[in-house]
């Protein structure tokens, strides 16, 4: 359910997308987006407010661990109904020791987009985008836009899509 948002296409409301994000999206086939109120932008009252499911709902959680004395960052796509891994799956695939959610302030910076809006379109070429598997059944997903107040509603199998995209098992066990 994508509830009762006004989605228009992407590519023709560009001043609702962050710039790394309005520069890549035009990459994705159906993308639409939709303004929200920039205080809801967190996953609970966003849904709650514009009646979205949770189910329909991906997070991007933006992790970073260290190797060899360089940080590896990385985004990794979340159904909001569960947990990832970080220190598990994640950790592994990225080859380090340690795995932690990156700081708001190095995140925010190395993206170009605001706190709250981080979406895996637009984001580092060097940065992998892990998605979990599950998201790629959804006919249609909602994410961040790059800025806390809009919303992409885009294809679940787009984000495989993605340059530097790989599809694992992501979440936790229960």
């Known amino acids: 359910m994508t509830g009762t948002l006004d989605w228009a296409p992407a590519g023709r409301r560009l001043e609702l997308l962050a710039a790394p994000v309005a520069a890549a999206v035009g990459g994705i086939e159906g993308a639409r987006v939709a303004p929200i109120d920039p205080e809801l932008a967190d996953t609970a009252a966003f849904c709650a407010h514009y009646g979205v499911g949770l189910d329909v709902s991906v997070n991007c959680v933006v992790v970073a661990g260290r190797r060899d004395g360089a ?3 990385a985004a990794c796509m ?10 598990g799956v994640i950790r592994r695939h990225l080859d380090v020791r340690k795995v932690s959610f990156a700081p708001m302030d190095e995140a925010t910076s190395l993206t170009g987009m605001e706190y709250g809006g981080i979406t895996p379109v637009g984001l580092p070429a060097d940065w992998p985008v892990l998605v979990d598997a599950s998201v790629l059944d959804l006919p249609e997903i909602v994410i961040g836009s790059g800025l806390r107040r809009s919303k992409l509603l885009v294809p679940g199998k787009a984000l495989a899509g993605l340059p530097s995209a790989t599809v694992l098992e992501l979440l936790r066990p229960a």
């Open 71 to 73: 940080v590896r960052y």
């Open 78 to 87: 979340v159904p909001a109904t569960g947990r990832a891994d970080v220190n």
